[in-house]
């Protein structure tokens, strides 16, 4: 049987007021995973953070504090990331716009000091407005793609605690890893790089 779940509709300054007002002994998994299932943000409020790039896909900073970091990864048709972890912070993701594909990834081996890795893709999700999900904790290699087949631009909305600039990024084929810092497109609103983007209205 269905569950109906009800949800508030937010602009993005009263959902990230949301996010704040949880204690930081309580910005858990589970407690940050029931407030994305429970409020939904309204895309025409994400205007000034949604920036396209023909390039790659961009991200682009909302709000950051101590605790945690929000913001939106925009995707043009056929863009995805590359395999990557979050270095142990917990992540959640939720759709704005469109819909994209996860593939979660297990880490068979691995040896820092040669950089060599292999990996094995486990689960794969399709992510929309209507289901968020949490970064496994257990299996937190996975990677982001919006698929040529969808047919439309997506955006993501993304948490992360605690904030961090730097990842591990997987090359499946050369079963290499290497640490990756992490560059945003812009940041409150404004470009942080001199890029050929494109600003598009969400309805």
Known sequence: MAVNISITHLNI????????????RDFTLETVQDYVVHHAVLPDSL???????????TRNLIFKNSVFECMTVCWEIGQKSAIHNHRGQRC???????RVQVQNFRLVSQNPSTGF???APT???ILDAAGPAEVDPDEPNHMVVNPSS??????TLHIYSRPFDMCEVYDLQAKRYQDVKLMNTSEFGRLTADLKVEKAALS
Request: glycine fraction near 12%.
């Open 47 to 57: 205007k000034q953070y949604c920036f396209f790039s023909k390039g790659n896909y």
């Open 123 to 125: 689960t794969h999700y």
């Open 150 to 155: 969808f047919g439309s631009r997506a955006v």
């Open 13 to 24: 300054a009263d959902w990230v007021k949301g996010l704040e007002a949880i204690p930081e």
């Open 117 to 119: 890795c292999e990996l």
């Open 92 to 98: 959640w993701m939720g759709v704005a716009y469109g």
